[in-house]
C-alpha cells in the first residue's frame, strides 16, 4: 500500500503546524520547509480545513492553524479524510470488479483485515506523538529557508524576507 502525495502532504502541514506552537503560518513558509509547491499545497490546505483539522485565515497578515490541540487530530483519520479511496484490490468495488471469483474468493478478507489492521495503528497515534516522537530538533530538519527564518523569529528579529530573483526569472547555481 502506498499513501498519496495528497495524504503524506496533508501529514506534513498538521506535523509543521504542530511545531510551529500554535501560530499563525503563512502556507508559503510551510512550502519553502517542504519543498512542496504553491498549487499543491492549497489544495492540501483546502482538504485539510474541509475535514476540520485546520483554519485558513485570509489576508496580508493571514495563513494557517490548527483548528483543535494536535493532540486530538489522529493520524488515522488524517489519512481516512485525505485518501481518496482505500480500495487496495479491484474486487473492492462490486460495481466495477471483474474478477471471476470474487463471490467466494477470501483475499479480499484477508487484505482487508490487513487495511484495518494498518488504519488502527495510524489511530494509535495523534499529531502530538508525532511532533513528540521526532525530537526537539524537528526544526532544524526542515529545508534551510524555514530554518533561518524560525531562528530569526526566535531572536526576536522581523522574519527574513524571501530571497530574491535576479532580473530574468532564474535564480543563479553555483557550479562548482
Given at each position: 500500500m502506498r499513501v498519496t502525495l495528497h495524504a503524506d502532504y496533508g501529514l506534513r502541514v498538521l506535523v509543521y503546524l504542530a511545531?510551529?506552537?500554535?501560530?499563525?503560518?503563512?502556507?508559503?513558509?510551510?512550502?519553502?520547509?517542504?519543498?512542496?509547491?504553491?498549487?499543491?499545497?492549497?489544495?492540501?490546505?483546502?482538504?485539510?480545513?474541509?475535514a476540520g483539522?485546520?483554519?485558513?485565515?485570509?489576508?496580508?497578515?493571514?495563513?494557517?492553524?490548527?483548528?483543535?490541540?494536535?493532540?486530538?487530530?489522529?493520524?488515522?483519520?488524517?489519512?481516512?479524510?485525505?485518501?481518496p479511496d482505500f480500495r487496495l484490490v479491484e474486487c473492492f468495488d462490486a460495481h466495477t470488479s471483474t474478477c471471476p471469483i470474487s463471490p467466494v474468493c477470501a483475499l479480499a478478507r484477508v487484505i482487508d483485515g490487513?487495511?484495518?489492521?494498518?488504519?488502527?495503528?495510524?489511530?494509535?497515534?495523534?499529531?502530538?506523538?508525532?511532533?513528540?516522537?521526532?525530537?526537539?530538533?524537528?526544526?532544524?530538519?526542515?529545508?534551510?529557508?524555514?530554518a533561518l527564518v524560525q531562528k530569526r523569529e526566535g531572536a526576536g528579529a522581523r522574519?527574513?524576507?524571501?530571497a530574491r530573483r535576479p532580473a530574468g526569472g532564474f535564480a543563479r547555481r553555483n557550479t562548482r
Open positions: 511545531a510551529s506552537a500554535g501560530r499563525v503560518v503563512p502556507t508559503t513558509e510551510i512550502g519553502r520547509a517542504y519543498g512542496i509547491s504553491k498549487n499543491h499545497l492549497v489544495r492540501v490546505a483546502q482538504s485539510l480545513r474541509d483539522f485546520i483554519e485558513l485565515l485570509p489576508g496580508r497578515t493571514g495563513g494557517i492553524r490548527l483548528a483543535r490541540s494536535a493532540g486530538e487530530i489522529r493520524v488515522g483519520d488524517v489519512a481516512r479524510a485525505l485518501e490487513a487495511l484495518a489492521a494498518f488504519l488502527a495503528e495510524l489511530d494509535r497515534f495523534t499529531i502530538a506523538d508525532v511532533v513528540a516522537g521526532s525530537g526537539p530538533r524537528l526544526a532544524a530538519h526542515f529545508l534551510p529557508v524555514t522574519p527574513a524576507a524571501p
